[in-house]
């Protein structure tokens, strides 16, 4: 291993320490650079790796949900996101989510303790000169690291916001006024708190909503919102009925205490193992904090919440991928550069550290005079790559989706969860080689 060149990262989230890990596994030494403890993003609250600041879920768990099939591949591809996530898991129904800073501890511990990966604090302001590099900086990448990006492509890199939902402590929540539940029951009655609201409750809760005041941008950012993480007034603003269809949408959830379902619902979800607190669920907000506290009290249950965290907004940044990657996620323009996480155009903790997981395997081969194949096109890792390849006029980040799977040629009259089954079994088949090739056993589904 003596002629293995170090491979540099700088970043330490999700993408960069899922690729550091996949390379060090195969022992490809790795420099991993993070800005903590020197300096933070407005987002971050901690010093760890892996620091989950939007939310604490990483969404459906079900093979029928494409980023549940997205986590199971990854399972089986030796993901260390996926590995301690299941470790650190806390009851979220039909979705996986985790004890955050439970999380943020195994992972730091586990990449601080591998034999060839180096940790360094310092704050890059200028791609490093060191090859292969590989910048993982995330939706706050640093404005001088992002202006010498620029500099590189030719072009300015896109902006939008990112809504981040508020946190509640457990205890000041009004219980009397709200039931446990998950939606037709998946995953225990206990894994939600949910707020009922009648129709009255429902529009008075609306018309505050729009006319709260907001956080105003700053002016050299354009509010570009990513469709699947709206703020919850922009929404609003978008009719008087798009809340009760979206996130406070109150389909299989019975009330006990009336034996029907609510005219809507605000859901909580806990934030840690022992249920200590909550957040708000699609509940991502521009409203500034005092606003926060005086429109989220009309909820019912909520009139005396105690916020360990406002919701907030931050600029997300990622490049035209279509236009200025390659396949191995390298920047056509500068060789040797390769980018991971959202500033290449996925979106989500999931897709981030799939986004690290692929690079990562594809380097170490490179590294190891073993050029390895991207995933198949019919998995959803594969999948989510060919979106970063798929040209388009207004190029925007996305989780992962069915839509971006091949079509499977399969009886159109069968509903929408039997065809996603049958996309699913499809890609695990076509996973198996692919894992045979990359060192990796093929294994049964996970319990």
Same mark, same amino acid.
């Given at each position: 291993? /003596?002629?293995?060149?170090?491979?540099?990262?700088?970043?330490?989230?999700?993408?960069?320490? =899922?690729? !550091?890990?996949?390379?060090?596994? $195969?022992?490809?030494?790795?420099?991993?650079?993070?800005?903590?403890?020197? /300096?933070?993003?407005?987002?971050?609250?901690?010093?760890?790796?892996?620091?989950?600041?939007?939310?604490?879920?990483?969404?459906?768990?079900?093979?029928?949900?494409?980023?549940?099939?997205?986590?199971?591949?990854?399972?089986?591809?030796?993901?260390?996101?996926?590995?301690?996530?299941?470790?650190?898991?806390?009851? !979220?129904?039909?979705?996986? !989510?985790?004890?955050?800073?439970?999380?943020?501890?195994?992972?730091?511990?586990?990449?601080? !303790?591998?034999?060839?990966?180096?940790?360094?604090?310092?704050?890059?302001?200028?791609?490093?000169?060191?090859?292969?590099?590989?910048?993982?900086?995330?939706?706050?990448?640093?404005?001088?690291?992002?202006?010498?990006?620029?500099?590189?492509?030719?072009?300015?890199?896109?902006?939008?916001?990112?809504?981040?939902?508020?946190?509640?402590?457990?205890?000041?929540?009004?219980?009397?006024?709200?039931?446990?539940?998950?939606?037709?029951?998946?995953?225990?009655?206990?894994?939600?708190?949910?707020?009922?609201?009648?129709?009255?409750?429902?529009?008075?809760?609306?018309?505050?909503?729009?006319?709260? =005041?907001?956080?105003?941008?700053?002016?050299?950012?354009?509010?570009?919102?990513?469709? @699947?993480?709206?703020?919850?007034?922009?929404?609003?603003?978008?009719?008087?009925?798009?809340?009760?269809? @979206?996130?406070?949408?109150?389909?299989?959830?019975?009330?006990?205490?009336?034996?029907?379902?609510?005219?809507?619902?605000?859901?909580?979800?806990?934030?840690?193992?022992?249920g200590t607190a909550?957040?708000?669920?699609?509940?991502?907000?521009?409203?500034?904090?005092?606003?926060?506290?005086?429109?989220?009290?009309?909820?019912?249950?909520?009139?005396?919440?105690?916020?360990? $965290?406002?919701?907030?907004?931050? $600029?997300?940044?990622?490049?035209?991928?279509?236009?200025?990657?390659?396949?191995?996620?390298?920047?056509?323009?500068?060789?040797?550069?390769?980018?991971?996480?959202?500033?290449?155009?996925?979106?989500?903790?999931?897709?981030?550290?799939?986004?690290?997981?692929?690079?990562?395997?594809?380097?170490?081969?490179?590294?190891?005079?073993?050029?390895?194949?991207?995933?198949?096109?019919?998995?959803?890792?594969?999948?989510?790559?060919?979106?970063?390849?798929?040209?388009?006029?207004?190029?925007?980040?996305?989780?992962?989706?069915?839509?971006?799977?091949?079509?499977i040629d399969i009886?159109?009259?069968?509903?929408? $969860?039997?065809?996603?089954?049958?996309?699913?079994?499809? /890609?695990?088949?076509?996973?198996?080689?692919?894992?045979?090739?990359?060192?990796?056993?093929?294994? /049964?589904l996970a319990s």
């Amino acid at each position: 291993m /003596a002629n293995v060149a170090v491979v540099t990262i700088v970043g330490g989230g999700l993408a960069g320490t =899922e690729c !550091a890990w996949q390379l060090a596994e $195969r022992g490809v030494p790795v420099r991993l650079i993070e800005q903590k403890p020197l /300096a933070r993003t407005q987002a971050q609250t901690g010093d760890g790796l892996a620091e989950l600041v939007c939310s604490n879920s990483f969404r459906g768990a079900a093979l029928v949900n494409a980023v549940g099939l997205l986590k199971e591949e990854m399972r089986r591809a030796g993901s260390l996101v996926i590995e301690v996530g299941d470790v650190c898991r806390v009851p !979220a129904g039909g979705a996986m !989510a985790v004890d955050r800073e439970r999380f943020s501890a195994e992972m730091t511990r586990r990449i601080s !303790a591998h034999p060839v990966i180096e940790r360094v604090s310092e704050i890059v302001t200028s791609i490093p000169e060191a090859r292969p590099c590989v910048i993982a900086t995330g939706p706050l990448t640093g404005d001088a690291l992002a202006k010498d990006l620029e500099r590189v492509l030719g072009q300015g890199q896109l902006a939008y916001y990112d809504s981040i939902a508020p946190i509640i402590a457990a205890d000041s929540i009004d219980r009397s006024a709200v039931f446990e539940a998950s939606r037709y029951d998946k995953g225990g009655d206990d894994a939600y708190v949910n707020c009922p609201l009648n129709r009255e409750q429902y529009e008075a809760f609306v018309a505050a909503l729009v006319a709260a =005041e907001k956080v105003a941008p700053h002016a050299f950012e354009e509010a570009r919102y990513f469709e @699947g993480c709206l703020p919850i007034e922009v929404m609003a603003e978008r009719g008087p009925r798009t809340l009760a269809f @979206g996130p406070m949408k109150p389909v299989g959830l019975t009330d006990p205490r009336t034996g029907r379902w609510p005219y809507a619902v605000v859901q909580l979800r806990r934030e840690d193992a022992d249920g200590t607190a909550f957040n708000l669920v699609g509940f991502q907000t521009r409203m500034t904090q005092p606003e926060q506290k005086r429109v989220f009290a009309l909820i019912p249950g909520l009139a005396e919440a105690r916020y360990e $965290r406002f919701g907030s907004v931050h $600029r997300n940044t990622f490049v035209n991928a279509p236009r200025v990657l390659g396949l191995d996620l390298s920047l056509l323009a500068a060789p040797g550069v390769h980018l991971a996480g959202q500033i290449c155009g996925v979106e989500g903790y999931v897709e981030s550290a799939a986004s690290g997981l692929c690079l990562g395997i594809a380097l170490a081969g490179r590294a190891l005079g073993n050029e390895l194949p991207t995933p198949p096109r019919e998995t959803a890792l594969g999948s989510l790559l060919s979106h970063l390849a798929r040209e388009n006029d207004d190029f925007q980040p996305s989780n992962v989706v069915f839509s971006m799977f091949p079509s499977i040629d399969i009886d159109r009259r069968i509903g929408k $969860r039997e065809r996603h089954a049958a996309l699913a079994d499809r /890609a695990l088949l076509a996973l198996d080689p692919w894992l045979r090739q990359i060192g990796r056993q093929p294994q /049964a589904l996970a319990s």
